[in-house]
Structures are given as C-alpha cells and as structure tokens.
Nanobody, 124 residues
Framework: QVQLVESGGGLVQAGDSLRLSCAAS????????MGWFRQAPGEEREFVAA????????YLADSVQGRFTISRNNAKNTVFLQMSSLKPEDTAVYYC?????????????????WGQGTQVTVSS
C-alpha cells in the first residue's frame, strides 16, 4: 500500500513559480513510477509528468515542456513538481500518482495509487 499526500498548491500570478510536493508512505516507494496529473473544471484528467523509480528518466507533457520539472527524493519518499512560467491554463487540481508497473506513463489507468490533489490557480 502507498498513501500519497500532495502539498504546495496555491494562488499565483501568471509568470510565477510553484513547487508541488507529494509525500508517500510505504516501504516500496523507491520502486514506483511517480506521476503528476491535473484536472481543470469541466475537463478530463491530463497527464503532466512522470519519473522513473531511479529518477534519471523523466517524461513531461508537451504543454509543460521547458516550464515544469519533475524530480524525486527516494530517501525522503517525496516527489516534486517544479512549475515555472505559470500560465492561467495551468489552473487545475494537481494529483500525484504511483504505479508499481507499466510502461505507458501518460496513461492514468497505469497508476495504482492517487493522492487527494492540490489546487493550483494562476491568475492573469
């Protein structure tokens, strides 16, 4: 079992930065692929970023390439999403997710565990 708790969301202005954190419980955190997804009101859930269990391999959605960075600290059971140059269209609830297996990191169904989400609002 893995429990995920996101934090770091908030209200910012366009162009600002935010860092989201996802704290995980469970002994096998370091073996999971960790992902971030987001969902805006009235929209479907959207893949944002994912990182391999060792950390060196990361995959980001085209919409956030060059602006967002994903990283993890296995010693602290935490994964981060550094968001820069935020835009109003980045406004959404951001969810952290963990997958014990699978290769299609952008597919939500691959993930076994989900956090409750943290709201990010970017004003223009």
């Amino acid at each position: 079992q893995v429990q995920l708790v996101e934090s770091g969301g908030g209200l910012v202005q366009a162009g600002d930065s935010l860092r989201l954190s996802c704290a995980a419980s469970g002994r096998t955190f370091s073996t999971y692929v960790m992902g971030w997804f987001r969902q805006a009101p009235g929209e479907e859930r959207e893949f944002v970023a994912a990182i391999s269990w060792r950390g060196p391999t990361a995959y980001l959605a085209d919409s956030v390439q060059g602006r967002f960075t994903i990283s993890r600290n296995n010693a602290k059971n935490t994964v981060f999403l550094q968001m820069s140059s935020l835009k109003p269209e980045d406004t959404a609830v951001y969810y952290c997710a963990a997958a014990s297996s699978g290769t299609d990191w952008s597919r939500g169904q691959m993930y076994d565990y989900w956090g409750q989400g943290t709201q990010v609002t970017v004003s223009s």
